[in-house]
C-alpha cells in the first residue's frame, strides 16, 4: 500500500525567504505527483504535475522535483511572501488510478 | 467554466439523519472522485465514478455510505443514518482522463459536515 509522508508538518519563514517542502512515498510505481495548495476553508488547488517520466516542473515562483527511484519529490518555493500561507500537500497517483495523499505541510510566510 | 461545484457548503445534522452531499463536475470530465479530509487521517479516497459507472468504492467505509451519479452532470454521497464520526469535509473532484495519465484533477470547495 502507498504511503506518502510530508516533512516538516509546519513551516514558518520571514518573509522573501526560499523553502524547500519535502515529500516521500513507498512505492516507486507511480504515474505521475502532484503538489496542490489548500487555503483555509477551501478545497484544493493543483500547482505542478510531474509525469513519472519527468524530473522537474516550473510555474513562477515555484519548482517541483521528483527523483522517482528514491522516492522523493520537493517542491522549492523562491522568494516566498505572506501569499504562499497556506497547507502544501503532496499526492501520487499509481495503477489504481487514485490518488494518495500525504498528510500537508502548513507554511506561514511572515511579513 | 464554474469549477467543481458541491452543495451544501456547511451543514450541521442531528446522529440518526439522512445526509445528502451534491456535487456537479466540470463539464467534459468524465472522472469524479469523493474524497473525505479529516485531522486524522487526512485526504481519503472514497469512491470513484467513470463515465457515471462506479470503479472504484473500496474506500466507502461502510454500508451507511452509498454514492450515485445519475449523469455526467451530477453526483451525490449519502450518509444514512450519520453518526458525529461521519463528521468531515467531504469533498468532490472531476478530471478528463483519472489523473493518472497527466489530466490535473479539480477540487471542489468541499462540503463542511458536522453531526451532532
Known amino acids: 500500500k502507498q504511503e506518502v509522508t510530508q516533512i516538516p508538518a509546519a513551516l514558518s519563514v520571514p518573509e522573501g525567504e526560499n523553502l524547500v517542502l519535502n515529500c516521500s512515498f513507498t512505492?516507486?510505481?507511480?504515474?505521475?505527483l502532484q503538489w496542490f495548495r489548500q487555503d483555509p476553508g477551501k478545497g484544493l488547488t493543483s500547482l505542478l504535475l510531474?509525469?513519472?517520466?519527468?524530473r522537474e516542473q516550473t510555474s513562477g515562483r515555484l519548482n517541483a522535483s521528483l527523483d522517482k527511484s528514491s522516492g522523493r519529490s520537493t517542491l522549492y518555493i523562491a522568494a516566498s511572501q505572506p501569499g504562499d500561507s497556506a497547507t502544501y500537500l503532496c499526492?501520487?497517483?499509481?495503477?489504481?488510478?487514485?490518488?494518495?495523499f500525504g498528510s500537508g505541510t502548513q507554511l506561514t510566510v511572515l511579513p | 467554466d464554474a469549477g467543481v461545484i458541491q452543495s451544501p457548503r456547511h451543514e450541521v445534522t442531528e446522529m440518526g439523519q439522512e445526509v445528502t452531499l451534491r456535487c456537479k463536475p466540470i463539464?467534459?470530465?468524465?472522472?469524479l472522485f469523493w474524497y473525505r479530509q479529516t485531522m486524522m487521517r487526512g485526504l481519503e479516497l472514497l469512491i470513484y465514478?467513470?463515465?457515471?459507472?462506479?470503479?472504484?468504492d473500496s474506500g466507502m467505509p461502510e454500508d451507511r455510505f452509498s454514492a450515485k451519479m445519475p449523469n455526467a452532470s451530477f453526483s451525490t454521497l449519502k450518509i444514512q443514518p450519520s453518526e458525529p464520526r461521519d463528521s468531515a469535509v467531504y469533498f468532490c473532484?472531476?478530471?478528463?482522463?483519472?489523473?493518472?495519465?497527466?489530466?490535473?484533477?479539480?477540487f471542489g470547495e468541499g462540503s463542511w459536515l458536522t453531526v451532532v
Open positions: 463539464s467534459g470530465h468524465d472522472y
Open positions: 465514478f467513470n463515465n457515471n459507472v462506479p470503479i472504484d
Open positions: 473532484a472531476s478530471s478528463l482522463v483519472g489523473g493518472y495519465s497527466g489530466n490535473t484533477i479539480y
Open positions: 512505492d516507486s510505481a507511480i504515474y505521475n
Open positions: 510531474i509525469q513519472s517520466s519527468q
Open positions: 499526492a501520487v497517483s499509481g495503477s489504481a488510478r487514485q490518488l494518495t
